[in-house]
């Protein structure tokens, strides 16, 4: 029969090693393959951020057919994809398949997004006519703002350049949000692919997150624009700006200002539009907000 004494620590010891394996069993659920997808009901022109565990290299997936770019995001891999505003509602598959090691078999996994109507509204707008028929003058210059624009949306794919979810440029009403059809001076000419938010001239525009300013330049219909480059593929962009606060190269963090409220190239007035682009697809920028890039498996 023990004695006392040594019941005693037989105890102590065991409650030392409890912790232990309380903590290697959670490990061993955290190694094993997991996928996660947001949002998991989605309307077209949504972002959607795709996070797997327990990979040790990125593996191969899609989404609805699309590849998925994987890069690496602490103890995950990331792919970011927009839905096109052209998306049908219905329900698509993320499907990924991959070895969680070397030399191990190929796992799959397959998690389904429903796709919902998005019901964006028209909007009539009068601007000045040099927007809607631009003379043969400004052709030229807007071909050369494409040919920047495409350059500065041409970024190598790199992880993620922040530590935290996004925020607002400005936290201000909202005055036209992304997907509205638009018609300007009588004739339907565009969708709306990004948000509109309000602002007197002059009134502060700040990073949404951290990143690389990746434009600076004065477009004939965005204006003077900012871009910054956040990593993933994952572009903002800052149009109309009446003044600019940073140089092309600078490294900028969520929360520092970058210009200021303006109403240059085609628009009705100041206010500030705030888009976001993955992957060459426009997204919406209040979803974006929605996504928690950090969440544990």
């Known amino acids: 029969m023990s004695s006392p004494v040594i019941v ?45 565990w327990g990979f040790e290299t990125p593996p191969a997936g899609t989404l609805d057919g699309r590849a998925l770019r994987f890069f690496k995001a602490r103890d995950a891999f990331h792919a970011l994809v927009g839905l096109s505003v052209e998306q049908p509602v219905g329900t698509v598959d993320v499907k990924v398949v991959g070895p969680e090691s070397a030399g191990s078999e190929p796992v799959e996994l397959v998690e389904r997004v429903r796709v ?63 997907g509205d059809r638009r018609s300007f001076n009588g004739k339907l000419q565009s969708q709306h692919f990004g948000t509109d938010i309000a602002g007197a001239m002059g009134a502060p525009v700040r990073a949404a997150n951290d990143g690389v300013v990746v434009m600076t330049r004065d477009n004939y219909s965005e204006g003077n624009s900012v871009l910054v480059y956040h990593g993933g593929g994952l572009y903002t962009t800052y149009f109309h700006l009446s003044g600019i606060s940073v140089k092309e190269g600078a490294k900028v963090k969520q929360g520092q200002k970058l210009g200021v409220v303006g109403s240059t190239g085609r628009v009705t007035g100041p206010h500030l539009h705030w888009g976001v682009k993955i992957d060459g697809v426009w997204v919406d920028s209040e979803t974006l907000l929605k996504l928690d890039f950090f969440s544990p498996p």
Not at 28 to 50: C, F, M, N
């Open 8 to 52: 005693c620590l037989r105890l102590r010891f065991a409650r030392r090693l409890l912790p232990l394996a309380l903590g290697l069993v959670a490990l061993g659920a955290e190694a094993r393959p997991s996928l996660s997808v947001q949002p998991r009901t989605a309307k077209p022109g949504d972002p959607v951020l795709i996070t797997l």
């Open 116 to 178: 919902v109507p998005p019901g964006y509204p028209e909007r009539q707008l009068q601007v000045a006519t040099k927007y809607i028929e631009p003379p043969e003058s400004v052709k030229a210059r807007m071909a050369e703002d494409q040919v920047a624009l495409t350059a500065a949306f041409s970024q190598e794919l790199s992880p993620l350049l922040f530590q935290r979810n996004f925020a607002w440029p400005r936290r201000k009403r909202i005055t036209a949000r992304f």
